[in-house]
């Protein structure tokens, strides 16, 4: 494929982003045809809602109380979620790449046939793992299966893997070490029970903003907060106790709670003894990691340290949970089994108000993981390098076991295969890489090097503009299915309306390509409810058991926690009781690490520390999002986040222009000048792309269990370009105003000398 030949303003005339306030043909106030219960299209809460559609448009929503986790409850999001209904941005139609440039209206047999051509070409030509898919985790069960299937049985390859491999298989690798399961251990209405809670490294109330009522109802009830952040998220304003950890040190400060809790005899004797091993190993590699040593590493006062061991180590019951901030790591799962060291030595786990969870950012991050769109894994949680487990799947799938492809690449190992020119055709569908994996300019190059690419979408993402062809998708509630969410419900997703013009639904697209690729006989589907008995069934006597679900009992008994193995079983919202795990000897494993620093630290040349994350308003890459108008206004562009120290020794004032370089790229966007975080650190939110993408910076570098890259910590430098008043002509020329000031080198300055600008805060 060759190199774009329209520019990205032109792209964006076309395709957008677009910002919709109105629906088209503006507010339609009549009374609905009918209101169909589903749920949110976001984030891994899946809060239910209620659609109002008249003449086959999604017109506003109700509320809906009946769901028990957000009871009518909606963020900032959820609430305009439906404006993507009629979007004027809206894929109606195939999309071919012309020859002239850009793109021109096919129908759905050239754009099916040329796919066909172009997958048998490359693989006659190069071998059958020359061709890759890439798959997404905000879609529901029954397609993440049909990926699977799909890139096995009809593509043959290795090489599948899915946008999830971005978000939370540090967390899902860590559990399974730990537990011999991936999920969260409690269901969230257990989070009002404890008497102590610790979040760590999750901006919880802009990821997971209803989700944070259940936060402030264990705070009524007499719980202690403790957030590890390296900012004062909206979340750690009201916290007990805040603890700014310098990005990159988790495991480090992990480490320092444990040494305090066995010092001081904080622990579940008898829980260890009887429900767990590893401990003694455990114990003795945090010896060292006194509050005195893990302040050095950490940044986070001693005294706070000690305090934060003090209340957890006495609760009577407790949570501990977290997300990408520790896990988005090349040490990721350290990280996350470094903090479960600390509630497997509480014995707190297992129990009503006592737990453990992984806070899910992408709308089926649970599920998206567990039928068998990971390189690494088969239906049902099974493992592909596992000889049972390919038996078992391969029998169900009525082919050979030999021709049952083995484990693949990960989605950045993808990208560097495609860049390497080992990977010659990809197809993705819900996956917008160009914005969100690291090292923008390494992706972008990728893409222009593939010899096909085609892309399922319902917008024209960045990263679709680079295809050949665009297959128009659909939308959450242009289909039907389930989703898993961060608890382990699984929930029931309602048809509302049909896809506009000639969309069409995502599965149907996958079983016609299968079709084309004379591999019909496996993909014969007249409806999804046919998947999902199928990958319910295929789920049976596995690790993660879904084949005692039905779509009627999942909707009237508001979602089952899995393991579900009968239709007798009630479902299992609370893993662990009686402190039996998954592993065969049921019991749980410490797994303790010394701290190791980032896989790029500070240096004299670029001496601080960048690290991203998200905004409420925005969703992930911003496909969806930046097509709202009012949550676009909301925060209409990306902004740097640094301290005022930082911000006086580089002359940078509010709304100033800086430039934020690292070895990768560089990125000029508006100061915003905070207090709420660390000063030797500066923040971008990532939701943005092109030139305002924070992915131009962060380093591709991976986690060697889990391959998540290091989105959390790389190394750069401050650079103030222009003043406010100037801003266009920054964006611009990239060098206006006055010179730039000399990069602030913190390099020499000792590891905790800004920690005290964050004393530990008591309410």
């Known amino acids: 494929m060759a190199t774009l030949t329209q520019s990205e303003a032109a792209y964006k005339e076309t395709f957008g982003p677009s910002l919709s306030y109105v629906p088209q043909g503006g507010w339609d106030t009549r009374e609905p045809d009918k209101l169909v219960k589903t749920h949110c299209c976001f984030c891994g809460v899946q809060c239910g809602i209620q659609l109002k559609v008249k003449d086959n448009k999604v017109i506003g929503f109700e509320p809906r109380e009946d769901f028990p986790v957000n009871k009518g409850k909606l963020c900032p999001k959820g609430v305009k979620r439906y ?45 059958k793992d020359a061709f890759a898919f890439l798959g997404g985790a905000s879609m529901t069960n029954e397609k993440a299966y049909l990926n699977g299937k799909f890139a096995r049985v009809a593509l043959q390859t290795t090489n599948i893997d899915y946008n999830g491999r971005l978000c939370m298989v540090s967390a899902g690798a ?17 989070i009002p029970k404890a008497r102590v809670i610790i979040i760590a490294g999750s901006n919880l109330a802009e990821c997971f903003p209803v989700l944070t009522q259940h936060i402030w109802e264990a705070r009524d009830n007499g719980a202690k907060i403790i957030v590890i952040d390296p900012r004062i998220t909206p979340i750690a304003r009201t916290a007990d106790l805040f603890l700014p950890v310098k990005p990159g040190r988790d495991s480090a400060l992990a480490n320092g709670i444990l040494h305090l809790m066995i010092r001081n005899d904080w622990i579940d004797k008898t829980f260890i003894e009887n ?10 590699l945090v010896v060292k990691y006194t509050p005195a040593y893990t302040e050095r590493i950490t940044g986070v006062p001693a005294a706070s340290i000690e305090k934060a061991a003090e209340i957890w180590g006495k609760a009577e019951t407790s949570m501990l949970m977290h997300a990408r901030g520790i896990e988005h790591h090349t040490k990721g799962v350290e990280n996350v089994l470094s903090y479960i060291n600390i509630v497997l030595a509480s014995g707190r786990i297992g129990k009503e108000g006592s737990g453990y969870g992984t806070i899910t950012g992408q709308g089926n991050g649970q599920g998206g993981r567990e039928h ?17 487990h390919r038996k078992h799947v391969s029998d169900f799938w009525g082919i050979e076991e030999s021709n049952l492809p083995q484990e693949g690449l990960t989605a950045c190992e993808i990208i560097d295969a495609i860049e390497e020119g080992k990977i010659k055709g990809l197809l993705s569908i819900s996956f917008n890489p160009l914005v ?4 923008t300019e390494r992706t972008r190059k990728a893409l222009e090097s593939l ?12 990263t679709a503009r680079f295809a050949d062809v665009v297959f128009s998708g659909s939308l959450q509630e242009e289909d039907e299915g389930t989703v898993t969410t961060g608890e382990g419900r699984c929930v029931k997703l309602n048809r509302s309306v049909t ?43 596995g690790p993660i058991d879904y084949s005692g679900m039905s779509w009627e009992r999942i909707e009237q008994e508001q979602g089952i926690f899995w393991p579900c193995p009968s239709p007798e079983h009630p479902g299992t919202p609370r893993l662990f009781e009686g402190g039996q795990f998954f592993h065969s000897d049921s019991k749980a494993r410490f797994k303790a690490f010394d701290y190791r620093p980032p896989a790029e630290d500070i240096d004299p040349e670029y001496p601080i520390i960048f690290t991203t994350g998200r905004v409420v308003s925005q969703y992930l890459s911003g496909t969806q999002t930046r097509r709202i108008g009012s949550l676009v206004d909301q925060y209409p562009e990306p902004l740097c986040e640094i301290h005022p120290i930082l911000a006086e020794k580089l002359g940078i004032q509010d709304k100033d222009m800086m430039k934020v370089s690292s070895r990768r790229g560089s990125i000029i966007l508006p100061a915003q000048i905070v207090q709420t975080i660390r000063p030797d650190t500066v923040f971008i939110p990532y939701h943005w792309a092109d030139k305002k993408a924070a992915n131009q910076l962060t380093n591709r570098k991976l986690d060697p269990t889990s391959k998540i890259p290091e989105f959390k910590v790389c190394a750069c430098k401050v650079e103030k370009v222009a003043r406010a008043s100037s801003k266009a002509a920054a964006i611009n020329g990239h060098n206006v ?4 000031s000399q990069p602030i080198n913190f390099y020499t300055k000792p590891p905790s000398s800004f920690s005290r600008q964050f004393p530990a805060r008591q309410t």
């Open 737 to 740: 105003g006055k010179p730039p």
């Open 451 to 462: 010899e096909f690419y085609g892309a399922i979408d319902f917008f024209l993402n960045e």
């Open 372 to 388: 068998g769109q990971r390189c690494n894994q088969l239906p049902g949680g099974r493992d592909i390098n596992n000889p049972t």
């Open 436 to 439: 969100s994996i690291p090292d």
């Open 499 to 541: 896809p506009p013009g000639n969309a069409m639904e995502d599965w149907k697209i996958i079983c016609e390509l299968a079709k084309r690729l004379s591999k019909e006989s496996y993909f014969s589907y007249e409806n999804t409810e046919e998947i999902f008995e199928e990958y319910t069934s295929a789920s049976a006597g």
């Open 174 to 190: 860590a559990n399974k070490i730990a537990f011999g399961v991936d999920r969260a251990a409690s269901p969230w209405s257990d």
């Open 275 to 284: 429900h767990t091993e590893g401990f003694d190993q455990a114990a003795s």
């Open 83 to 127: 404006m993507q209904n009629e979007h004027p941005d809206r894929l109606l139609d195939p999309l071919i790449r012309s020859e002239q440039g850009g793109f021109r209206t096919g129908t759905w047999d050239e754009a099916f046939s040329k796919t066909a051509d172009e997958i048998k070409r490359i693989q006659n030509k190069y071998g």
